[in-house]
């Protein structure tokens, strides 16, 4: 770092970074300021310099406040302090793209690491008030929010803002960051002429050159228009002399078809008159038949009058008739009734002969049952007295009665044995399904693993399908992709082994032999095609070799465990991990390892370690011996995540194997209780029956004595149930002659009504006759009516076919009538003129009209007609060869032609129009740009000259009338033996690029209209002569009275180089002994800094 004592500004701290915290209250963000230069030392700022820059959570700075100066400004400071970030907060901070500066895409990327939100705040010089732009920036939406002097406003506001200032972040020439140096030589000659413009040249200039560019293009088109329009208007004009013979012969055979056309457009008139006389004599004919039609209807009505008067006599009969009905159906009726009382009478003496028989029966059915009691009384009595005394049978019942009871006991007890199996079988059936859904649990766990190797990598879980088809390939065991057999312990551990292993071994088969392994990779790789990973397991296992540190000595800094102790695996795959990724020796921690972090690493000196969140990765340096580390977040566990413990599902598979021997020995118990039971029954049944045959034994005396006393109390009632048949039989003759009485008496009324009923039918047959006789007269009237109306409905339709022939040639007249009127194109309404008419015929439709006066020459029948169409039409036939579409080419050729030429005279005025434009804007643009072109030239020259090399600038112009090939060359010679060259990406070297831009940026420093001036870090490449001469330059420059702001970025400087009274110097300290920022007192740094230099003579 060099300085001056005589330089004015003072170094200003502008951010703090340390590589670890010391303890937890170090992680929090830091504030920092930054001081600015004396008021009085800082000159005066021009139009749109930048006063102030404010940032808060950008890139390396929590925050951090620049005051540069109106002059050259110098940030110095080591690669990685945050120099580059100050570039950045300008570029975006003015509305500037984040991909001009090199390094992202989105502004969210521009946030300190760890920070939701970001600010950069400018504050630009402007005599009527300072113009304050602020842009906070959203990580999250990566979004952006605009202030301008602390109001809310839109990024196109402020853009307009900035432009007001002639502030161009997106020009080289005016801002170069880091990554954009390199590009500056890669400008093209047209590029660096536009960007010179922009930069250095009057408002108008750019606009005059676009505007050229424009007028030119235009004036192009014109040109090329004009030149195609002449050429076409010329083929034309050719091609219509050629067809000139056609068209004339297309006329005569016109002449020929318009005599046709007149020819047809008569012959309609002729068929119309023809149809029209047809008409009116069916029109005659009509009338007459319905003259008959009227006669015929007149005769019919006396017929139709007689019908009615007989149809209302038959109505008066037919209701008498009725009448004399109803009377008989009264009288009827009446008969009925009485027949029906006499039936009912006979009917009740019936009833009582029949109860004196039913008693008579009754009497004789009781001496009968009398006579079979007594003489079942008697052959019980027998019975009874024949029975011998029953012997005693109690014993035996009692001794059954003990066997049946034992009988009993037994079964409940084998029942009682039948219901233990079956709740014993039901408890091991639910056991075994029990089993066996974790089984599927299991099954289903595995499933998903599977699934998610076949969603992510195919060509491995075809190879695991093709491998458990054809393990008989292989000698000794091969075990498929590591994530397939490792099984977590616990899956929240999962992060920490995938970030660990590389995706490529999780999905490697693991081989113990290196001829299994040829023999799977050419199946797979070469024969199938298949993308898959193999790898051997060491010979010698690694799967139990212990840590070098043991897990209790490392538990007070928060490890819980070895990676190798989170998860099982087969032995060969579990030394492969040992071996290659040293999973035994890498500890996992918690938050309490993050938080003493620092700690760890300088006591426990491991290589790899875990936290919760991250893995730290720690290295010595080899050149200083110190200890570097790093740390990365850990990605999302995506394929252990799944845990299948094969262990505990085999202990499960012989588990359901021992159930399922306990249920066959239930069965086989169930089947011989069931056998057991079965005997009992049998036994148990034999006995009830013994049982019940000696109760009936033993209580059969006791029924015959019960059968006698019940037999003798039936036999007694039976004797008092007596009946005196003489006097029922009296009762009942003296009921059946007063109901013979009453039945004369109904008898003779019957008579009487028959009689009656008799003379009514004759009176209704009397009438019935004379009814009949009205009929047949009416019927021979009906007949000869019907006669009559056939002869009517023939002659009505003669009559409708005659007016529908009437309509059909009205319709036809009307249709020849509106075809002749087209043919002649008239309206339906329109009336023929005067000039045309002839006579006027008496049109059906009521409308008068008349061919035209052309059709008197024209014959006068159909024949004629047709005969002279046949003639005229063969006369038109004879001119072949013409294509109606020609004299319409050639006559729309002509009307083309006429508008072409007008085009084209309005053209050549337009072309004249814009080639006079061009004169005068080119006047205007060319003779400013060819002027400050040679002010370029010459201090560039002359920057060269001092450095004993040789440079230009000119204007290069491949065409002078091709606007947008302008351009701007730079020529350099840094060797006395070369010629100049042109300066491009390849010939010069990175150095000799530098010193060139950096020379084209200073000899714009005095001509240029912009407020300030970006270059970050472009004497990277140059050797220490040049370095020292373009500084000289650049402070000799950017120092001078009236030139704009510059910023001026680099890491390093030469010893002894010369400075200015109008430089600002700042300086970017890093490290981890920074004093903090709330400590920082410049005043007393200067008063600390003058005690030291005055006390240094002294000793």
């Known amino acids: 770092m060099a300085t001056s004592s005589g330089k004015t500004s003072t170094p200003t701290p502008l951010a703090s970074k340390r590589p670890l915290p010391k303890d937890p209250s170090s992680e929090v963000p830091s504030k920092k300021k930054s001081s600015a230069p004396p008021l009085s030392l800082s000159g005066h700022f021009v139009e749109g310099s930048i006063v102030r820059i404010a940032m808060e959570n950008f890139l390396t700075y929590d925050i951090c406040e620049v005051c540069p100066g109106p002059h050259l400004n110098m940030i110095i400071g080591a690669n990685g302090t945050g120099k580059s970030s100050i570039v950045c907060a300008i570029c975006l901070g003015l509305a500037g793209k984040p991909a001009f500066m090199g390094r992202a895409d989105k502004v969210g990327f521009f946030v300190k690491r760890g920070c939701s939100k970001g600010m950069v705040e400018i504050e630009l010089f402007r005599s009527s008030g300072n113009l304050v732009i602020t842009r906070e920036i959203d990580v999250a939406k990566n979004q952006s929010f605009w202030f301008i002097n602390k109001k809310s406003t839109t990024q196109k506001v402020v853009e307009e803002q900035v432009a007001a200032l002639n502030i161009q972040v997106g020009n080289l020439c005016q801002f170069l960051p880091q990554d954009k140096v390199g590009e500056f030589a890669k400008l093209s000659k047209i590029e660096l002429l536009e960007a010179t413009e922009k930069s250095i040249g009057p408002p108008e200039m750019h606009r005059y050159h676009c505007e050229l560019k424009n007028f030119r293009e235009k004036e192009k088109q014109l040109e090329t228009s004009c030149k195609e329009k002449t050429e076409y208007l010329e083929k034309m004009v050719q091609r219509n002399e050629r067809y000139k013979q056609d068209v004339e012969r297309f006329y005569e055979r016109k002449r020929h078809l318009d005599l046709i056309e007149m020819l047809e457009a008569k012959r309609p008139w002729v068929e119309y008159e023809n149809v029209r006389q047809e008409y009116e004599e069916v029109k005659l004919a009509r009338d007459r038949v319905k003259d008959e039609v009227r006669k015929l209807k007149d005769g019919q009505i006396p017929i139709t009058r007689r019908i009615e008067e007989i149809e209302m006599q038959r109505h008066n009969l037919e209701a008498q008739i009725k009448a004399k009905a109803t009377d008989i159906k009264e009288t009827s009726q009446k008969c009925k009734q009485k027949q029906d009382v ?19 029966n009754a009497e004789l059915d009781r001496q009968r049952r009398i006579s079979n009691t007594r003489k079942m009384i008697e052959d019980l009595q027998n019975e009874l007295r024949t029975t011998e005394n029953c012997v005693n049978l109690q014993p035996q019942i009692d001794d059954i009665t003990n066997d049946l009871r034992r009988v009993q006991d037994e079964k409940e007890s084998c029942e009682s044995e039948i219901i233990d199996k079956l709740k014993e079988r039901e408890t091991l059936e639910k056991e075994k399904k029990s089993v066996n859904d974790q089984i599927v649990q299991f099954d289903n766990l595995m499933n998903q693993k599977e699934d998610k190797l076949r969603q992510r990598y195919r060509d491995t879980y075809d190879a695991v399908l093709w491998l458990r ?428 032609i006429e508008q072409l030429t007008e085009e084209l005279k309005i053209k050549k005025v337009e072309l004249d129009k814009y080639r006079e434009s061009i004169s005068q804007v080119k006047e205007r643009w060319l003779n400013p740009l060819k002027e400050l072109v040679e002010k370029i030239n010459e201090k560039f020259s002359n920057f060269f000259s001092s450095m004993q090399c040789a440079g230009e600038v000119d204007l290069h112009i491949e065409n002078e009338e091709d606007y947008d090939k302008y351009g701007i060359r730079i020529r350099v010679k840094f060797r006395s033996s070369t010629q100049l060259h042109e300066l491009t990406p390849h010939h010069q070297s990175g150095g000799e690029r530098s010193v060139s831009t950096m020379l084209y940026l200073m000899a714009l420093q005095e001509l240029n209209r912009c407020p300030f001036r970006v270059v970050d870090e472009i004497n990277q490449g140059m050797d220490p002569i040049n370095e020292r001469r373009v500084f000289e330059m650049v402070v000799n420059t950017a120092c001078k009275e009236n030139t704009s702001q510059y910023f001026f970025i680099t890491p390093k400087l030469l010893q002894n180089l010369p400075y200015s009274e109008k430089m600002t110097v700042l300086f970017v300290y890093n490290g981890p002994h920074m004093l903090e920022p709330n400590r920082w007192n410049l005043k007393a740094f200067q008063r600390r800094r003058r005690r030291i230099t005055f006390t240094q003579p002294s000793q």
């Open 469 to 896: 088809n054809n393990r008989d390939k292989f000698k000794q065991r091969v075990y498929e992709p590591i994530m397939l057999t490792i099984n977590m312990k616990d899956n929240k551990n999962a992060k920490y082994v995938e970030n660990h292993i590389p995706p490529n071994d999780l999905r490697a088969f693991v081989f113990e032999s290196q001829e299994d392994m040829e023999v799977f990779l050419k199946e797979v790789r070469d024969n199938k095609k298949l993308r898959v990973n193999a790898v051997i397991a060491p010979r010698s296992s690694y799967a139990d070799r212990a840590p070098s540190r043991s897990l209790n000595e490392l538990k007070q800094y928060g490890f819980f465990s070895y990676l190798r102790e989170l998860f099982d695996a087969p032995a060969p795959v579990m030394s492969y991990l040992c071996s290659q990724y040293h999973i035994h020796e890498v500890p996992v921690g918690t938050e309490r390892t993050r938080e003493r972090i620092e700690r760890v690493i300088q006591e426990t000196r491991l290589k790899q370690m875990y936290t919760a969140e991250e893995k730290y990765v720690v290295k010595t340096s080899f050149y200083s011996n110190k200890v570097i580390s790093s740390n990365t977040s850990l990605k999302v566990a995506q394929f252990l995540t799944v845990t299948v413990d094969l262990e505990q599902r085999r202990h499960l598979e012989e588990h359901l194997k021992e159930i399922n021997r306990k249920l066959q020995a239930v069965e086989s118990g169930l089947i011989a209780l069931r056998e057991k039971n079965k005997h009992l029954e049998h036994k148990d049944n034999e006995l009830r029956q013994r049982k019940k045959e000696l109760l009936e034994r033993k209580n059969k005396k006791r029924q015959l004595e019960q059968k006698i006393s019940s037999k003798l109390g039936s036999l007694k009632l039976m004797e008092q149930d007596t009946c005196n048949l003489e006097e029922e039989e009296r009762k009942a003759n003296t009921k059946i002659k007063e109901i013979n009485v009453q039945k004369a008496k109904l008898v003779t009324e019957l008579t009487n009504l028959i009689k009656i009923c008799t003379s009514l039918h004759i009176q209704k047959v009397d009438l019935i006759l004379q009814n009949t006789t009205v009929i047949s007269e009416k019927n021979k009237l009906e007949s000869d009516y019907m006669a009559a109306s056939s002869q009517l409905r023939v002659k009505e339709q003669h009559f409708i076919e005659l007016d529908e022939n009437r309509q059909r040639l009205l319709q036809k007249c009307k249709e020849l009538m509106r075809r002749a009127r087209q043919v002649c194109n008239l309206g339906a309404e329109q009336t023929v003129p005067q000039e045309y008419q002839t006579q006027v015929p008496n049109i059906p439709n009521g409308h008068n009209s008349s061919p035209p006066m052309a059709f008197q020459d024209l014959p006068n029948t159909l024949d004629e007609i047709d005969a002279l169409l046949t003639e005229e039409r063969s006369r038109a036939s004879c001119f072949t060869g013409l294509n109606p579409t020609v004299v319409e080419e050639y006559t729309k050729r002509e009307e083309e």
């Open 342 to 360: 006499i039936e009912r009478k006979d009917k009740h003496i019936e009833e009582l002969q029949q109860a004196l028989i039913v008693k008579q």
